[in-house]
């Protein structure tokens, strides 16, 4: 710890810290220009110049690359200062008048008109102020290695290798990021050439993926982390006080012993793209639900605005519903959550903008508690409600333009009417599928799927949260579609039951269990090999086989195998069987 | 009065019986022909079980277990689809056609399926008519055959 003196404040601080740090912590204001936490201080603009007295020595020097000492006298604001400050930014305002960040600087320096005229003077708002930043973060914290300066004096510039498009550029926005006038631009090539005014996704490589996430821990996007391409960065763990940020962590295989299983992997939302018709994918403006849901989110890429793609309010706003179920082409089942979360979407674009509402459905299923209620609500709202399956979402004919972007055809089947509805905005209500590796979590866990392909619960009304293999247990959409009061009360029932054996401490097994009789057993082995449970040991000693109850499930194979008949299922004996085909035959 | 063939039908307990009592329980109508031997799994009918079955009078035998990668023992089903080509094989010896013995996967939400072999093979047998197997005396024939 040395103790300095900034201006007329005393103040304790580690040696080796910057002036600049120092009188940040002291409360005192030194302008810069080229400085940033991000990179090691550059000292370019010399608009930190400060005057450190030492003993009677004096010297300028720049405030945010000097160590403290013991005992020296820092001023901030002294009149050489002061008259330093003023040149270096006098010459600066002099060659890029009109840029904000230099008039804002000169204004706070209390300069109105440069005295000087620059041969080189910029007149552009976006002018490059050399300033070094983004040559900085490019070398030092991207480590791409890209900018770099070229030539010297007034002909100085920011350039990239033989002034081409570079390869090692791994367009990270660094450099557009830092860039303090703007001079630098992103420029993103959309599909159709178009400027996308939002995209719905993370805006960061490290993110939480939503506010509500359990647990509520920001991830890596290691396709788009600048540490992942070039090892450079790291600004997030610098940032993060903890120590929490991990580079090296990998994904890791754990095992952990359990006596029971509850499966809620949940569902996959039905693609659209397939069905062309909708254009979703294709047109603007055309929305799935849950992207639709996050437009709708206060923390989501619209701050819970409702617009269009280029950034307007939609002046209607067409919601159709099941996108993919009830359909013989897709999915036969209803998705039963759509035409409350339809209802919920109309109500909110109500509330947010002053859209006409359209839905259009097949059979309106307001079927849950306080749900038709809400339905009548919606209407008193004004939402139109039309019923009829949608027949296909077009781009408007350039006569309908001042009305809406997009065209819905459709066939009111109460009215008897053909419509083609203008609407600025289409929400498609997707249909709830079972997800796509639902099948191999079906057979790890040897449990089956319902034909619509959720898992099918041991008995439909009996036993609606357990499954055919003990122990496991199902609950939520991975059962079958459901909302999220069902999926309360399903989880909690499966919770309960899981928990009752826990209670106990103990469980009972089916009695069905394979037995070897022991003075028939020939030790042959055969059925040793085909336990698929690796019940069935050779005792060694005896030469016959044995079977371990504990682990056997009594399926039988090894007991249709034994050559000798020395192997028994108990509840199914070779003579239980050999009776019930006799008795059948009566 | 017309022939009514009796088949024997062995289910695993985990797939093909659940799914038979789901075409029950979905009022599938479907032939009364087959009568159900519950096992626990399609791998624990023994071969004897089947040539006893066409011995004691059953003019067909149907096998039906859960489809490969669902068995509920993870790979019984594995075991009896090696099992039934070897018998088809040996009944053809005997006089029997093949087609009498069949192995079929139905899972346990497939009631409709279910429902579909039965009666297809229900209509096969038919066609091909009751079974005669010469019987040695000494085993004893079923009391009625129709």
């Given at each position: 710890?040395?103790t300095?003196?900034?201006?007329?404040?005393?103040?304790?601080?580690?040696?080796?810290?910057?002036i600049?740090?120092?009188?940040?912590?002291?409360?005192?204001?030194?302008p810069?220009?080229?400085?940033?936490?991000y990179?090691?201080?550059y000292g370019?603009?010399?608009?930190?110049?400060?005057?450190?007295?030492?003993?009677?020595?004096?010297?300028?020097?720049?405030?945010?690359n000097?160590?403290v000492?013991?005992?020296?006298?820092?001023l901030?604001?002294?009149?050489?200062?002061?008259?330093?400050r003023?040149?270096?930014?006098?010459?600066?305002?002099?060659?890029?008048?009109?840029?904000?960040?230099?008039?804002e600087?000169?204004?706070k320096?209390?300069?109105?008109?440069p005295?000087?005229?620059?041969?080189?003077?910029d007149?552009?708002?976006?002018?490059?102020?050399?300033?070094?930043?983004?040559?900085?973060?490019?070398?030092?914290?991207?480590?791409a290695?890209?900018?770099?300066?070229?030539?010297?004096?007034?002909k100085?510039?920011?350039?990239?290798?033989?002034?081409?498009?570079?390869?090692?550029?791994?367009?990270?926005?660094?450099?557009?990021?830092?860039?303090?006038?703007?001079?630098?631009k992103?420029?993103?090539?959309?599909?159709?050439?178009?400027?996308?005014?939002?995209?719905?996704?993370?805006?960061t490589?490290?993110?939480?993926?939503?506010?509500?996430?359990?647990?509520?821990?920001?991830?890596?996007?290691?396709?788009?982390c600048?540490?992942?391409?070039?090892?450079?960065?790291?600004?997030?763990?610098?940032?993060?006080?903890?120590?929490?940020?991990?580079?090296?962590?990998?994904?890791?295989?754990?095992?952990i012993?359990?006596?029971q299983?509850?499966?809620s992997?949940?569902?996959?939302?039905?693609?659209?793209?397939?069905?062309?018709?909708?254009?979703?994918?294709?047109l603007d403006?055309?929305?799935?639900?849950?992207?639709?849901?996050?437009?709708?989110?206060?923390?989501g890429?619209t701050?819970?605005?409702?617009?269009?793609?280029?950034?307007?309010?939609?002046?209607s706003?067409?919601?159709i519903?099941?996108?993919?179920?009830?359909?013989?082409?897709?999915?036969?089942?209803?998705?039963?959550?759509?035409?409350?979360?339809?209802?919920?979407?109309?109500?909110?674009?109500?509330?947010?903008t002053?859209?006409?509402?359209?839905?259009?459905?097949?059979?309106?299923?307001?079927?849950?508690?306080?749900?038709?209620?809400?339905?009548?609500?919606?209407?008193?709202?004004?939402?139109?409600?039309?019923?009829?399956?949608?027949?296909?979402?077009?781009?408007?004919?350039?006569?309908q333009?001042?009305?809406?972007?997009l065209?819905v055809?459709c066939?009111?089947t109460?009215?008897?009417?053909l419509?083609?509805?203008?609407?600025?905005?289409?929400?498609?209500?997707?249909?709830?599928?079972?997800?796509?590796?639902?099948?191999?979590?079906?057979?790890?866990?040897?449990?089956?799927?319902?034909p619509?392909?959720?898992?099918?619960?041991?008995?439909p009304?009996?036993?609606?949260?357990?499954?055919?293999?003990?122990g496991?247990?199902?609950?939520?959409?991975?059962?079958?579609?459901?909302?999220?009061?069902?999926?309360v009360?399903?989880?909690?029932?499966?919770?309960?039951?899981?928990?009752?054996?826990?209670?106990?401490?103990?469980?009972?097994?089916?009695?069905?269990?394979?037995?070897?009789?022991e003075?028939?057993?020939?030790?042959?082995?055969i059925?040793n090999?085909?336990?698929?449970?690796?019940?069935i040991e050779f005792?060694?000693?005896?030469k016959?086989?044995?079977?371990?109850?504990?682990?056997?499930?009594?399926?039988?194979?090894?007991?249709?195998?034994?050559?000798?008949?020395?192997?028994?299922?108990?509840?199914?004996?070779?003579?239980q069987?050999?009776?019930?085909?006799?008795?059948?035959?009566? | 009065?017309?022939?009514?063939?009796?088949?024997?039908?062995?289910?695993?307990?985990?797939?093909s019986?659940?799914?038979?009592?789901?075409?029950g329980?979905?009022?599938i109508?479907?032939?009364?022909?087959?009568?159900?031997?519950?096992?626990?799994?399609?791998?624990?009918?023994?071969?004897?079980?089947?040539?006893?079955?066409?011995?004691?009078?059953?003019?067909?035998?149907?096998?039906m277990g859960?489809?490969?990668?669902?068995?509920?023992?993870?790979?019984?089903?594995?075991?009896?689809?090696?099992?039934?080509?070897?018998?088809?094989?040996?009944?053809?010896?005997?006089?029997?056609?093949?087609?009498?013995?069949?192995?079929?996967?139905?899972?346990?939400s497939?009631?409709?399926?279910?429902?579909?072999i039965?009666?297809?093979?229900?209509?096969?047998?038919?066609?091909?008519?009751?079974?005669?197997?010469?019987?040695?005396?000494?085993?004893?024939?079923?009391?009625?055959?129709?």
């Amino acid at each position: 710890m040395v103790t300095i003196n900034i201006d007329a404040t005393r103040i304790e601080i580690d040696e080796d810290t910057t002036i600049l740090k120092a009188a940040e912590k002291a409360g005192i204001w030194i302008p810069t220009m080229c400085y940033s936490e991000y990179f090691e201080p550059y000292g370019v603009c010399r608009l930190c110049s400060v005057e450190v007295v030492r003993g009677k020595r004096s010297r300028i020097v720049t405030a945010c690359n000097y160590p403290v000492r013991e005992g020296i006298t820092v001023l901030t604001n002294s009149e050489k200062v002061k008259w330093i400050r003023k040149i270096i930014m006098e010459l600066t305002f002099s060659r890029w008048p009109n840029v904000k960040v230099v008039r804002e600087m000169a204004e706070k320096l209390g300069i109105e008109k440069p005295r000087f005229v620059s041969l080189e003077r910029d007149e552009a708002e976006d002018a490059c102020i050399l300033c070094g930043m983004c040559v900085n973060m490019c070398n030092e914290v991207v480590k791409a290695g890209v900018l770099g300066f070229a030539n010297v004096g007034i002909k100085r510039e920011v350039v990239l290798p033989f002034n081409e498009r570079s390869d090692r550029c791994i367009v990270c926005g660094a450099c557009v990021y830092v860039c303090p006038t703007g001079h630098i631009k992103t420029v993103i090539e959309d599909y159709k050439g178009k400027k996308p005014e939002f995209t719905l996704g993370p805006k960061t490589a490290i993110y939480v993926p939503t506010l509500q996430a359990v647990p509520r821990i920001p991830v890596i996007d290691t396709n788009s982390c600048i540490h992942f391409k070039t090892g450079g960065c790291e600004i997030c763990a610098k940032v993060c006080e903890p120590n929490a940020i991990n580079y090296e962590m990998q994904d890791e295989i754990v095992e952990i012993d359990v006596g029971q299983i509850l499966i809620s992997t949940g569902f996959d939302l039905f693609d659209a793209s397939p069905m062309a018709q909708y254009g979703y994918g294709r047109l603007d403006n055309v929305y799935s639900s849950l992207e639709f849901e996050m437009m709708l989110n206060s923390t989501g890429p619209t701050s819970g605005k409702v617009l269009t793609k280029d950034g307007k309010e939609p002046r209607s706003v067409a919601i159709i519903h099941c996108i993919g179920s009830r359909d013989v082409n897709h999915h036969p089942y209803c998705s039963r959550v759509c035409c409350m979360y339809a209802l919920k979407y109309a109500h909110l674009v109500h509330d947010r903008t002053s859209a006409a509402i359209y839905q259009f459905y097949i059979d309106m299923r307001a079927f849950g508690k306080g749900y038709e209620e809400f339905y009548v609500r919606i209407l008193d709202e004004g939402v139109k409600v039309i019923r009829g399956k949608v027949a296909e979402v077009v781009e408007a004919m350039s006569s309908q333009k001042d009305e809406g972007l997009l065209s819905v055809r459709c066939e009111d089947t109460l009215a008897g009417k053909l419509l083609d509805i203008p609407v600025d905005m289409v929400v498609l209500c997707n249909a709830i599928e079972p997800r796509r590796d639902s099948d191999a979590v079906r057979r790890l866990f040897s449990i089956s799927k319902s034909p619509d392909g959720f898992f099918l619960e041991r008995h439909p009304k009996l036993d609606p949260t357990s499954t055919m293999t003990d122990g496991v247990y199902i609950a939520g959409c991975a059962q079958g579609p459901k909302d999220i009061p069902d999926t309360v009360a399903q989880a909690s029932s499966a919770a309960a039951r899981m928990l009752s054996f826990i209670a106990k401490g103990e469980v009972e097994i089916e009695p069905v269990r394979a037995m070897v009789q022991e003075e028939y057993c020939s030790g042959c082995k055969i059925c040793n090999g085909l336990c698929p449970y690796s019940a069935i040991e050779f005792l060694e000693d005896k030469k016959i086989s044995h079977v371990n109850e504990a682990l056997c499930k009594g399926c039988g194979t090894c007991v249709a195998a034994c050559p000798s008949s020395a192997m028994t299922g108990h509840g199914f004996t070779d003579k239980q069987i050999l009776a019930e085909i006799e008795g059948l035959m009566v | 009065m017309a022939f009514e063939p009796k088949i024997i039908g062995f289910l695993c307990n985990w797939c093909s019986y659940t799914g038979a009592d789901l075409a029950g329980v979905s009022r599938i109508k479907s032939a009364p022909n087959v009568r159900v031997i519950r096992t626990m799994c399609s791998g624990r009918v023994d071969p004897s079980f089947i040539l006893k079955a066409f011995q004691l009078g059953a003019d067909g035998v149907v096998v039906m277990g859960c489809h490969l990668g669902d068995c509920h023992y993870q790979e019984g089903n594995y075991k009896t689809i090696r099992r039934i080509p070897f018998l088809k094989r040996l009944i053809r010896e005997f006089g029997i056609d093949p087609r009498r013995l069949r192995l079929e996967w139905v899972s346990a939400s497939e009631g409709d399926q279910f429902a579909k072999i039965v009666n297809e093979m229900t209509e096969e047998i038919r066609k091909l008519g009751p079974l005669k197997l010469y019987i040695h005396s000494e085993i004893r024939q079923p009391a009625a055959h129709a």
